[in-house]
């Protein structure tokens, strides 16, 4: 059992982790923190690999491993050598509130995950929990986050959360439906990264609140 | 038969392509003639009815699995309105060819003949045809609504800020009202699984009601009656003859005509709906009464004059509910003879209106004198449209006042509302002869004086409906006997 | 039956669109290669998407990659849309970006931009792209993979939209690819949910997230579990779908995206996300009866059609008043399939071809006047009349279309509608349905007349915009026509069959909730779809 603990273990720390990416000032070094959270990731999908017997979780682990300790980090972290450091880090609400947000998605998460019924994740309830409170994370993020390269961390915040949830629900689907969800989740990095590139280049902003000026 | 009836309805559409096809200087020539056609085919329809001992008959045409869609119904009614509308289609079509010109003083900044006129008028008569001869309740409602589409662009013709606000509260009035019309359908349909007319009658009570109460909402929107009334005098903005046509011949009476088919359909009904549709039409002819008086400008005046006149049909189709087929026989008659009679008065209208470049009831004055034929056309009018014999809005009134009588046989409290109503007839009689008198004889004003001479295809249409204006009178009651 | 065109009907545009990204080098040669390209492909992805869809009326559906890939009715109706759309917005674009490039592109701030070589490339191979994604969303068996197509459509169309790179243009693809990745995130939450309990019924694992599989099980599966998910499905698709209260990115991109993007978002890609929303809906009522999907689509329904009309109102935007008549529309579409029955999902579908349709000529037509009025403001668009006939001729048939005028073919949607309301006992919604659309048609006729009549402004020279950008919305507004007047046998095949798939969920299971079939009162309960289109079918 010693698995199933270590598991939900994991899975905690990948909160804390993405508070840390959240808060953290700088966005360079969120990116850091990003790629040592996917780091855990990695480190549960083996854990789960060894405990279900699934050898298809080795592979999400490569492939894991390969986009998000590796290439996302260093595609964001590349392009934000090129921007201007000072514009970053503004929040639509202080520390302590989104924190409390925070909470309050864990609070909810749990109780949701508690009311469903689910055979092949009984042991992992924690860790389900933990997943989708991980995906609101991401949320929360790129609502609170003014700055567009933080909201592109919202959004690998909270495929970091699905991510899980597939793992633990949907470790045995055909590796193709694997290979497209984690596509389509790189090539969003990309085109996102490629658009706040372009967007600060053109109008030499990254505060998304400059950003607003279609209404009605 | 049936192909004559078809062709009534589907050459005027067909004019309304090759206006935007052929060249700009066919455009006039081909409206003028395909209008004739379709005249001929609906009178040619009348007559050999008429020929047959009027026994009317219909014909399914468009089906959806085993779901009529449209037919086509024949009998004195729709032959009758049908040839009238039609009619008048063609005759305002052919004043219309002298109407927009830069001889035109009422409205110089025109620039030539444009193909959106003729398209949008075109394709309205069809419509009108087609709504009149439907046998269906899908029929009445799609044609209802493409005329309401079709009066937009006819109303909004001049394309100024006016003109296109008149315009859009028109199409947006008659449009909500039309509302009530596609829920009666679309109830109609799903109880009894068609659209036929024909199975009105198999219906309860209750539905009736709701049916009818829809029904009467889009009539009135469409009719002008209160409390929808607002945009038929704001939609005077329209070219004359189009007000003629839209807002005296034809399409103000779809929303009677609506009623009047599906009270015949629908075999008894229930009383409720003729006491709804009496109290309303005395309101709105009082109303309308009441708006004579401030009124200066001529077109305005007619408007509301339409208004009460259209009153009186539904007050007349609302006794027929009473067991008064003589009130339904009156109804029809009056929108066949006011169609004609309030036409000439807007054609009139619209003469002065091309000759001195107002339409300001004060600067007019010695009509007579100036423009004799005007003048004469003037008179013919105003008697017809009061109701003085013999001119021909005096037979259908005062059969809708016998056939009031009637009713109250069965309903001494309607006796009331007859008398209402027959004073209004005296009041509006009043009203009109003072303009009467005041515009037409004497001495010509300034601006009359000044007046130029009006087109030949206008003197055309304004003296064959000058003679309708007297000769009909006899003509639609008979028919209808 | 095995079907090889479908496997090319998705490489066709997929290589296409790294062709068009490799064609470079060939100097003043690169725009006509490229057009070749482009043609080829939207003509090559029309002929198959017919082809396949022959193939479904013949064999009731089209089949490959083992069975990953699956056509059936309902799929060959939204693969039709798919290709004709696409092909039209294929002709279309040629005239529009000739004419784009020759504005050209430029650095400053400006409202409406144009566009270069560079962008044109772009422009061309993500067209394909997105094209790609989206026939891979309808015709995908697979319940993941179709999350995965719906999302590949959100990341190929995000440059389409920002492609002006101007202000308003970058702002609005940002939003809308933050707000929809976000939204359909939720939607792989649903899936995963339905997956997943899918795979503890299902003994071959592989097979537990296909589609006709998982309606197979159905009735096995865990019903708050389903509950969840389907809430989860229609707020993450309906993000996409532009469903009211997620709409928020809609009016920005639509406005802002190139016209024939805007046209293939509003016009398509809206048709794509609503055939997985009701696929999955197809497996809730075979689980849990048909009243719980029924509900929620109804007071999304009203919902979004109540709030579109109200964003209409007054809206000054040619562009953001199409944009929000979607999901006016879209609400429309839902109330129908609400409303359920035979009938209402007849209604529904038919109302979702039409608008697609109506829509997509609209937004050809804002594109027109955006060629030649540099604007799309109502204060500046007037006097279309003197300046092209011809388009301000469409326009006006355009916008009597769009709300429903007889003889469009709305006018007969619109009339099912309310007549499934009415079989069903929704009296008042229908009224109060009426009344709301009454107000859209009267800000759609007020941007009709506003820009067509009046007087235009003195510097815009008068002129049409070109065949290929006429051409199109010839095409479309015949094809409005002939819908209301007359439709096709093969149509009525295919909407007679989509509508038994949908439907499935109430005649295959006897847990069919107490808004089923049964409530169908009156004559019309009896009234099937095929005697209502026997007489087209020719018996």
């Known amino acids: 059992m010693l698995n199933v603990n270590l598991i939900n273990t994991l899975s905690g720390l990948l909160l804390l982790t993405s508070l840390l990416v959240i808060e953290t000032k700088k966005p360079r070094q969120s990116a850091i923190l990003y790629s040592f959270q996917s780091l855990i990731l990695v480190a549960i999908f083996l854990a789960l690999a060894i405990r279900m017997e699934a050898d298809q979780l080795y592979l999400w682990a490569a492939s894991a491993f390969l986009t998000k300790v590796v290439l996302v980090p260093v595609i964001l972290y590349r392009a934000l050598g090129k921007v201007d450091q000072t514009v970053t880090s503004l929040n639509t609400v202080s520390a302590p509130v989104s924190v409390l947000l925070a909470a309050l998605a864990v609070v909810v998460s749990f109780t949701v995950v508690s009311q469903i019924e689910l055979k092949s994740a009984a042991d992992f309830i924690p860790a389900l929990a933990i997943s989708v409170a991980h995906f609101f994370f991401g949320q929360l993020c790129i609502v609170t986050q003014r700055n567009l390269f933080k909201q592109i961390l919202g959004f690998c915040l909270m495929e970091n959360g699905s991510h899980l949830t597939l793992a633990l629900l949907a470790y045995r689907a055909p590796e193709l439906v694997e290979i497209g969800i984690a596509t389509d989740a790189v090539f969003a990095v990309i085109i996102l990264v490629a658009l706040a590139g372009q967007i600060y280049k053109r109008l030499h902003t990254l505060d998304s609140a400059e950003l607003q000026t279609l209404k009605g | ?318 006794l027929s509910i009473f067991g008064s087929a003589t009130a339904f026989n009156g109804a029809i008659a009056h929108v066949f003879n006011h169609a004609l009679g309030k036409g000439l008065f807007f054609l009139v209208a619209g003469a002065v209106g091309f000759s001195t470049g107002t339409r300001l009831l004060p600067n007019l004055k010695g009509l007579l004198k100036k423009m004799p034929l005007v003048g004469i056309c003037f008179a013919v009018a105003a008697l017809a449209v009061t109701g003085v014999p013999p001119f021909n809005g005096f037979f259908s009134k005062f059969t809708i006042f016998a056939g009031g009588f009637e009713a109250a046989k069965n309903a001494p409290l309607l006796m009331i509302l007859v008398v209402i109503a027959i004073l209004e007839t005296i009041g509006s009689f009043a009203w009109l002869f003072w303009v009467f008198s005041s515009s037409v004889p004497g001495d010509s004003s300034a601006e009359v004086a000044a007046a130029s001479d009006i087109a030949p295809s206008m003197k055309f249409a304004l003296v064959i409906l000058a003679c309708l204006a007297l000769l009909s009178g006899f003509f639609a009651m008979a028919w209808l006997k | 039956m095995e079907s090889p065109h479908l496997i090319w009907l998705l490489f066709v545009p997929l290589i296409a669109s790294v062709l068009s990204l490799i064609v470079h080098w060939f100097g003043d040669f690169t725009r006509p290669i490229l057009e070749f390209l482009h043609l080829a492909s939207v003509t090559a992805t029309l002929v198959l998407t ?363 949607s619109k009339f099912l509608i309310v007549s499934a309301g009415i079989a069903t006992g929704y009296w008042w919604l229908m009224i109060v349905c009426m009344l709301l659309l009454m107000l859209a048609f009267t800000a759609l006729f007020r941007m009709g007349s506003s820009v067509t009549l009046g007087q235009k402004p003195v510097e815009i020279q008068n002129g049409e915009s070109g065949f290929t950008t006429l051409a199109p919305i010839a095409i479309l507004m015949v094809l409005a026509l002939v819908l209301g007047l007359f439709m096709p046998a093969q149509l009525t095949d295919l909407l007679n069959g989509a509508v038994e798939v949908v439907n499935a969920g109430v005649t295959a299971t006897p847990l069919a909730g107490p808004n089923g079939s049964a409530s169908v009162a009156g004559p019309l309960g009896g009234l099937s779809v095929e005697s209502f289109f026997s007489f087209f079918s020719g018996h």
Request: aromatic residues 14%; neutral net charge; charged residues 10%.
């Open chain 2, 1 to 318: 038969m049936v192909t004559f009836v078809l062709a009534g309805i589907l050459l005027p559409f067909l004019g309304s392509l090759l206006v935007l096809i052929l060249p700009r200087s066919w455009v006039k020539a081909t409206s003028q003639l395909v209008t004739f056609a379709a005249m001929l085919c609906t009178l040619f329809v009348l007559y050999s009815l008429g020929m047959t001992g009027k026994v009317g008959y219909t014909q399914d045409l468009l089906f959806f699995g085993d779901i009529v869609l449209y037919g086509v119904i024949v009998d004195k009614i729709s032959a009758l309105l049908g040839s009238v509308f039609i009619l008048f289609g063609f005759l305002v079509v052919v004043y219309s060819g002298g109407y927009l010109s830069e001889k035109n003083r009422d409205h110089v900044e025109h620039n030539g003949v444009q193909r959106r006129y003729y398209f949008f008028l075109l394709t309205f008569i069809g419509a009108m045809a087609g709504l009149v001869m439907s046998s269906t309740m899908l029929g009445l409602l799609a044609f209802f609504e493409l005329t309401g589409v079709c009066s937009w662009g006819l109303i909004g013709y001049y394309n100024d800020e006016k003109s296109l606000k008149a315009a859009l509260k028109a199409i947006v009035t008659t449009e909500l009202a039309s509302v009530g019309l596609f829920i009666a359908t679309a109830a109609f349909f799903v109880l009894t699984g068609g659209f036929q007319l024909s199975a009105f009658a198999t219906l309860d009570d209750t539905i009736k009601t709701w049916l009818f109460i829809g029904i009467l909402i889009a009539a009135w929107g469409k009719s002008a009656q209160l409390p929808l009334h607002f945009w038929l005098p704001d939609a005077m903005a329209a070219p004359t003859p189009i007000s003629a046509y839209l807002h005296a011949a034809s399409m103000v009476k779809a929303g009677v005509y609506i009623f009047a088919r599906c009270l015949l359909s629908a075999g008894t009904v229930p009383q409720v709906i003729g006491v709804v549709g009496v109290i309303m039409a005395i309101v709105t002819m009082f109303y309308g009464l009441l708006m004579y008086f401030p009124q200066k400008d001529f077109k305005r005046l007619l408007a509301y004059s339409t208004i009460t006149q259209l009153s009186y049909i539904f007050f007349a189709l609302s």
């Open chain 3, 50 to 412: 017919f082809i396949v869809a022959g193939q479904v009326l013949d064999a009731g559906e089209a089949l490959a990659f083992s069975d990953w890939l699956r056509v059936d009715s309902l799929g060959a109706l939204f693969v039709v849309i798919v290709g004709v759309m696409g092909f039209l917005s294929g002709i279309y674009s040629i005239g529009f970006t000739r004419h784009e490039l020759a504005v050209g592109y430029t650095n400053h701030d400006i409202a409406i931009g144009g566009l270069d070589m560079g962008r044109l490339r772009v422009f061309y191979s993500l067209f394909h792209f997105f094209l790609f994604t989206m026939l891979l969303a309808v015709t995908s068996n697979n319940i993941i993979i179709m999350w995965v197509a719906i999302e590949a459509t959100t990341l190929s169309s995000a440059f389409l939209v920002g492609l002006y790179g101007t202000r308003p243009a970058l702002e609005a693809a940002w939003k809308y690819v933050v707000i929809c990745t976000v939204g359909v995130a939720f939607g792989l939450y649903g899936t995963i949910l339905v997956y997943s309990d899918a795979v503890n019924l299902i003994q071959e694992t592989s097979k537990a997230s296909l589609w006709t599989e998982i309606v197979k099980n159905a009735s096995t599966l865990d019903p708050t579990l389903l509950k969840l998910a389907f809430v989860f499905i229609l707020i993450g698709f309906g993000t996409k779908a532009g469903i009211v209260p997620m709409h928020s990115w809609l009016p920005d991109t639509y406005s802002e995206a190139p016209s024939p993007v805007s046209a293939l978002l509003s016009g398509v890609l809206v048709n794509c996300t609503l055939f997985v929303i009701i696929r999955f809906s197809i497996i809730v009522n075979l689980a849990l009866g048909t009243s719980f999907a029924q509900i929620l689509f109804l007071v999304f329904g009203v919902i979004s059609l109540a709030a579109a009309v109200f964003f209409m109102m007054g809206q000054k935007d040619i562009n953001r008043l199409l944009a929000y008549s979607s999901p006016e529309n879209i609400g429309l579409i839902l109330i129908a399939l609400g409303l359920g029955g035979p009938i209402g999902i007849l209604a529904g579908l038919l109302q979702l071809v039409n608008h697609s349709i109506v829509k997509t000529m609209m937004f050809f037509l804002s594109g027109n006047i955006l060629m030649k009025y540099r604007s799309r403001s109502l204060d500046v668009v007037k006097g279309l009349m003197q300046a092209a006939p011809l388009t301000s001729f469409f326009l006006l048939a355009g916008v009597f279309a769009l709300v429903g005028a007889p003889p469009f073919n709305i006018f007969f």
